[in-house]
């Protein structure tokens, strides 16, 4: 057993402890408390015992949303005005360039990023893929999460076979423990709205009935489904996966799916820029997580998320950053400065619930993340913190380098 203390302890599920320690005991929680308790009350008198100094010690982030198979186009797509002309630059760099093509490069690029990953501090993954040939790169990293297969079709003849055949594909697919398949349908204006049926009638036969959709990301995803209109009919066309009988819906893409059946509280709904504040009411009231990634926001022309509105609506709210062709980096701390900057009025020490307990129950691996408690996983980081801080919660949402985080066990008595 082992009993870490530090200046500061950050259980998020309980306030901040100042002068605090943790006890930790074959890879989990055995105990936590502050100067006024003694570990020696929880049974941990014969424990080694080790002082991190001016450090909180928290739970390891967790990152909802992002594509790790996509790393290997860091740098190759620039900011953009609009979200079609960042998509189409994206899909143009994706299908001639032979580096995506070349598989050892594509994993290499996924081996840096979740070891940058790691070393800023996240410890759980919400990941997105489309092919499922990388698993063994997320298993090798030391990370956990689950792994969204994403599903696109957006003129479907068979529903309830395409939906099937993707079933079959992670009912088939082997996995470790620590990580978990689900199925992610792309957006609205990729997958029909019979798939979304399907999706939603399949979930009582997956072991992980998670999923988790890009929805109201643009002002041209909101115009498609609203009217029917814009850049997307054209695209469509011009990949060859339009549906002549495909009609408008007239109403916002989270109204769509509403109407569709699909939103359940196991949904993760991601990054809702263009949601309006009935949007909101509806996803709170289904249990719908939502999951805001503000700097791909920005990369990509999506706009600014109404991220104060997200928290007034009594939604779950979780973060993202997305892929490295949408931002520079994959450090949830930077995503917690930019939200901090975006939204003044909600309380660091929300933000940082978002960051850790919420994206662990959203993810389902709320009974062991995400929080310093008594039983829980000791998937802990420390993060140093400058002599005399007052507010540790301010701190952490104002952007930490990855120098300033150690993983707890990896750090021993000297």
């Known amino acids: 057993m082992q009993v870490y203390r530090a200046s500061w302890v950050l259980p998020v599920s309980a306030p901040p402890i100042r002068n605090g320690w943790v006890a930790l005991d074959g890879g989990l929680v055995a105990g936590v408390g502050g100067a006024m308790d003694s570990p020696q009350t929880v049974g941990c008198g014969a424990a080694e015992r080790i002082d991190l100094g001016e450090a909180v010690i928290m739970p390891a982030l967790v990152n909802a949303h992002t594509h790790l198979e996509l790393s290997w186009l860091r740098g190759r797509t620039r900011p953009a005005s609009s ?21 050892a490069y594509v994993r290499a ?30 298993q090798a990293s030391g990370l956990e999460g689950i792994v969204f297969h994403e599903v696109i079709k957006f003129r479907a003849t068979d529903p309830e076979e395409f939906v099937d055949e993707s079933c079959r594909r992670i009912e088939a697919t ?25 999706l939603a009638g399949a979930r009582p036969r997956l072991r992980e009935a998670r999923m988790s ?23 469509l066309k011009r990949l060859g996966a339009w549906d002549p009988d495909w009609r408008a819906p007239q109403c916002s893409p989270i109204e769509y799916l509403e109407r569709l059946g699909f939103w359940d509280e196991r949904t993760l709904a ?35 998320p109404p991220v104060e509105d997200f928290y007034r609506s009594g939604a779950r709210v979780a973060i993202g ?66 002599p005399g801080t007052a507010d540790v919660e301010e701190y952490l949402v104002s952007g930490i380098e990855p120098g300033k985080v150690r993983w707890i066990d990896q750090i021993r008595a000297c």
């Open 83 to 103: 979200f079609l002309g960042w998509v189409s630059g994206m899909m143009r760099e994706r299908l001639q360039s032979a580096d995506g093509r070349d598989d």
């Open 109 to 138: 690029a996924m081996a840096l990023a979740l070891d940058e990953m790691k070393a800023s501090g996240t410890g759980l993954v919400g990941d997105i893929s489309n092919s499922l040939a990388h698993l063994d790169v997320l």
């Open 174 to 198: 082997a996995i470790e423990a620590g990580w978990r398949l689900a199925l992610a349908p792309h957006a609205p204006y990729s997958v029909a709205p019979s798939v979304y049926r399907a």
């Open 213 to 235: 959709v890009h929805v109201a990301e643009s002002a041209e995803e909101v115009e498609f489904i609203g009217r029917g209109s814009g850049g997307w009919p054209d695209l």
């Open 270 to 304: 991601v990054h809702a820029v263009q949601a309006s504040p009935d949007d909101l009411a509806v996803l709170a009231t289904r249990g719908v997580t939502l999951v805001t990634c503000p700097r791909s926001n920005a990369w990509v022309g999506a706009g600014v």
């Open 321 to 386: 950053t997305d892929s490295l062709t949408s931002v520079a980096d994959l450090n949830l701390f930077s995503e917690l400065a930019a939200l901090r900057r975006l939204a003044p009025g909600v309380r660091p020490g929300t933000l940082l619930r978002s960051a850790t307990m919420s994206g662990a129950e959203a993810l389902g691996f709320g009974g062991s993340h995400g929080t310093i408690a008594l039983g829980r996983r000791a998937a802990l980081i420390a993060v140093e913190v400058p």
